[in-house]
Structure formats: C-alpha cells, structure tokens
C-alpha cells in the first residue's frame, strides 16, 4: 500500500458490511484491501484486492498489522488489531460504526479481558446483538464521514 494513497483495510472473516464498504469506496475512488482466511470465499472486484490467509488464529491480524499505513482505515470487531493499526496511524473503525481511538480503546481492551476471565471461570457473557439495518445505516454514514475528512486533509 502506498503511503500517498489511503485504503480501507477490511479484517472481512466476519465482517458483515462488505457491501457498504465497497459502496462507499467507489464513491470516493479508494481502493478496498479484504483479508480473509481460506475458510472464506471472497471474490476480487474492481477496486477490491482479496488477499486469503492460512485459518491459524491470528494470521488475518498479523497480515493487517504488517501492510497497514498510516492514514489508512481499518473495518475491524477485534480491539487487539484496532490497537495495533491506531498505533500505526491508522483509523480503526467496527463494522457498527464505532471509532476506536485512544480514549476509548483501553477500556474496550480491559472489559473484553474481564468478560473473559468471567468466562474461564463458568460464568455466561452476552454475544453481541445482531446486526441491524440501522447499524448498517450508522456504519454507512461513519465512514462516509471519515472519507470526507480524508479527502478534505488531502485539499489542503
């Protein structure tokens, strides 16, 4: 990836807004990189470089992390990647809408370690709710925002 010319970087094994993030990345003319592993059967497109990874664990992060730029923006649920691709200068965003920054990811990272430790010793957590057309709708217009702004830095 060139550093002159952002991408979004999809983490796309279990990324339900495919489709919204090729949308909008045609609108603006940016390039769409999905990593996936080979459990996953994605098709390349125009304007959209698949690129499929062994399914050990970490391998869709660990491709990501090592070809993330700066200024790039990452559709991504998991807070250890987010983590990594904020400390890169990337944007990291879910496939809800919410922006991980550096205000808010410390404390994402903590309760996902508490919730997993309630879980090795028995106890029961939530999954997250299902997808809904208005997370889709909140998703669409984030990342549409953050385009904006990328093409109006790029202006000036």
Excluded at 10 to 25: G, T, W
Excluded at 43 to 72: A, T
Excluded at 127 to 152: H, I, W, Y
Aim: net charge neutral.
């Amino acid at each position: 990836m060139e550093s002159t010319q952002i991408s979004i970087v999809v983490d796309a094994d279990a990324c339900p807004v495919k489709r919204e993030i090729v949308e909008a990345a045609r609108i603006w003319s940016v390039p769409v990189l999905m990593v996936a592993s080979y459990d996953h059967h994605l098709q390349p497109e125009d304007g959209v470089q698949v690129i499929q990874v062994d399914r050990s664990d970490q391998s869709v992060d660990l491709y990501i992390s090592n070809h993330v730029s700066k200024g790039d923006i990452v559709i991504t649920q998991d807070f250890g990647l987010a983590t990594i691709v904020l400390a890169k200068g990337a944007i990291a965003l879910s496939p809800r809408g919410q922006q991980y920054d550096n205000d808010n990811i410390d404390f994402l990272m903590e309760r996902r370690h508490e919730l997993a430790k309630r879980r090795r010793s028995g106890g029961r957590t939530k999954g997250p709710k299902a997808m809904t057309g208005e997370d889709r709708v909140c998703f669409q217009q984030k990342l549409t925002k953050v385009l904006n702004s990328r093409q109006e830095n790029r202006e000036h």
